[in-house]
């Protein structure tokens, strides 16, 4: 018998708005139909708003990657998460968009990134020695070990440091007090809707900001006085607009720096919290993965020759991206699958359902690493595979995500086998990123 991994369950396909609304909440995966890993396309109508979910390629492309412009992220779509990331490059469209790119792009080229890989390697070797055999909890895990690689590639300073400590709390607070995170980031509300930026999620923001201003003024007065580290941080600050010649001033790399840690730590920690499950469901695969990670002695050029960890960690993000939908505006009438799809229509882009599309994908539902050498697999790559995003909005840290997440995935399974029992079976959910209801816990085994 083939064993698939957890899968969440699907939702009935006619619900009423109020139930969808609840299911939405609880989670965006489960609150979906069936049909959507079968559909090119998919309508949603309610009273505020009106969405279409496309799952086509050519679709995907004409939105992400074609015509960009035309379909720019919603203003509302962003109202959740603007206390906290004020002008970020998440958030922003045109002009500011672009500029933004302009200056924050040069960090994360491949030059820049092997620059950095020894903070990562520091925080992979602190990962391993926090680590004892016994049953753990790996989302925890992983998210205290993506917060440090953050830290110590932008900042050069390890989790360990009281601010860091401060700043990594405070966000666990945030998203605890923001449990409708979901439903404002991805929903556009009415305007007549009261609003959810709850008290202690506001001053929650606001201290998470106050600790990246002090970080960010610091970095400004020590590159101004020639003692500043060569790191993330200072590339940032200190690269110039080709176009119009300025940088970012210190206050304006607030918002950056809250986006590259929300978007940073989240998603790498929940890639590899369930790469680490994949690993423990599929245990031929670890001893592969130990067998070569020797290559981690051979530092940044090493990391290109870890590729079974690589086929697995692709697996990973294919099954479980922890950006699961992303939402984009139509800022004029289109006409998709010979349907009409008004102005302002939300146009939702799922990777989720994308890369488990019954169409597209041999196999949708199985794990098979081995998948990106067949016809199939190389095919669906480039056509069906997107948990960077794609086109000019891709993440720029996705060069970065899949040496990070390579080498801490490699580093763990170097020292522990990883093991889960029945009782222990993850349930996939989506809030901001998927992540696993109850936690995922494994049991680690020195090798
Ligand atoms: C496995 C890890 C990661 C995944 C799966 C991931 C995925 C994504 C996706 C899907 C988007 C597009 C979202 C949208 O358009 O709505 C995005 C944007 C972004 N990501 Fe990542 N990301 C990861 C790691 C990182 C890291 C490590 C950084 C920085 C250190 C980062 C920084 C950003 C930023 C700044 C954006 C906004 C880009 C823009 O809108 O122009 N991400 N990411």
């Known amino acids: 018998m083939t064993v698939h991994p957890v899968k969440p369950k699907h939702r009935p396909d006619k619900i009423s708005l109020w139930a969808y609304f609840r299911a939405f909440r609880r989670d965006i995966l489960s609150a979906q139909p069936e049909r959507l890993y079968h559909a090119w396309m998919a309508e949603f109508k309610t009273p505020f708003f009106r969405s279409v979910m496309i799952n086509q390629p050519e679709l995907v492309k004409t939105v992400l990657k074609d015509r960009p412009k035309d379909f720019p992220k919603s203003d509302s779509i962003g109202e959740g998460l603007r206390p906290l990331l004020g002008q970020s490059v998440f958030l922003t469209n045109g002009d500011i968009w672009e500029r933004q790119r302009r200056i924050i ?30 049953r753990h909890e790996v989302e925890e895990i992983a998210s205290f070990a993506a917060a440090d690689v953050i830290f110590r590639t932008l900042f050069s300073i390890p989790i360990d ?13 945030y998203q ?18 009261p609003r959810f ?30 003692t500043a580290p060569d790191d993330l941080a200072t590339k940032i600050m200190t690269t110039l607009d080709p176009e119009t010649g300025q940088g970012f001033e210190w206050q304006e790399m607030v918002d950056q720096v809250a986006i590259f840690f929300l978007a940073g730590h989240e998603t790498s920690a929940s890639a590899l919290a369930w790469s680490l499950y994949l690993m423990a469901a599929f245990p031929e695969w ?51 699958r010979d349907r009409d799809v008004p102005r302002k229509t939300q146009v939702v882009i ?22 990106w050498d067949t016809e199939n697999g190389k095919q669906c790559q480039r056509d069906a595979y997107i948990p960077f995003s794609a086109g000019p909005r891709v993440c ?52």
Not at 309 to 325: C, D, K, N, Q, S
Not at 350 to 371: E, K, Q, T, V
């Open 350 to 371: 799922s990777p989720w359902h994308l890369h488990r599309h019954d169409r597209l994908w041999d196999n949708p539902d199985g794990f098979d690493p081995a998948r």
């Open 161 to 173: 440091t009281r601010i860091a400590q401060d700043v990594f709390h405070e966000f666990r607070r």
């Open 105 to 134: 792009d040069p960090a994360f080229e491949g030059g820049r990134l092997r620059d950095v890989y020894p903070h990562m390697h520091s925080a992979a070797q602190t990962l391993v020695a926090r680590l004892a055999s016994g």
């Open 286 to 336: 670890q001893d592969r993965i130990a067998n070569e990670a020797v290559h981690l002695d051979d530092g940044f050029a090493g990391v290109s020759k870890l590729r079974a960890t690589r086929a697995v960690f692709r697996e990973t993000l294919r099954m479980y991206p922890p950006v699961p939908m992303m939402v984009r505006e139509a800022t004029q009438c289109e006409r998709f």
């Open 176 to 193: 605890r007090a923001q449990p409708l995170l979901n439903l404002g980031a991805l929903i556009p509300l009415p305007s007549w809707m």
């Open 396 to 447: 720029p840290g996705a060069g970065f995500a899949m040496i990070e997440g390579v080498m801490l995935l490699a580093s763990v399974l170097r020292e522990f086998r990883v093991s889960i029992s029945d009782a222990d079976t993850p349930v996939p959910v989506a809030h901001l990123t998927v992540r696993a209801k109850n936690g995922i816990w494994l049991t680690f085994t020195p090798r």
């Open 197 to 226: 930026h709850k008290r202690d999620t506001k001053s929650s923001a606001r201290r998470i900001r106050d600790l990246i201003a002090t970080l960010t003024q610091d970095r400004a007065k020590a590159i101004a006085a020639g």
